[in-house]
Nanobody, 121 residues
Framework: VQLQASGGGLVQAGGSLRLSCTAS????????IGWYRQAPGKQRELVAD???????KYGDFVKGRFTISRDDGKNTAYLQMNSLKPEDTAVYLC????????????????WGQGTQVTVSS
């Protein structure tokens, strides 16, 4: 399974961005999907993810500013980020857990390429 992320960019503080992450491959079932982020000199941290049941979880720093959603028909997740702050500046990395029910069955996690989000003050 490959992940293609898009939607990063440069925005002023208080602005919004929408990230997308699309999974592609053959005969897989997408389980949870979401984003981590990593800023220079900092550890990678969870931004948000959402499972097949639509249950989402967020990093503590989100505080209601971001909303994650998914469209299983398109194998795509979206991260709407509002009220962005300079400290949100980081590379955002899409990831997904998936199953392949072939022989042998496979359960794995894929990572997409990072997308840069830069918030200016």
């Amino acid at each position: 399974v490959q992940l293609q992320a898009s939607g990063g960019g440069l925005v002023q503080a208080g602005g919004s961005l929408r990230l997308s992450c699309t999974a592609s491959g053959s005969t897989f079932r997408l389980n949870s999907i979401g984003w981590y982020r990593q800023a220079p000199g900092k550890q990678r941290e969870l931004v948000a993810d959402i499972n097949r049941g639509g249950v989402s979880k967020y990093g503590d720093f989100v505080k209601g500013r971001f909303t994650i959603s998914r469209d299983d028909g398109k194998n795509t997740a979206y991260l709407q980020m509002n009220s962005l702050k300079p400290e949100d500046t980081a590379v955002y990395l899409c990831n997904a857990d998936w199953n392949y029910f072939g022989d042998p069955p496979v359960a794995a996690r894929s990572w997409g390429q990072g997308t840069q989000v830069t918030v200016s003050s």
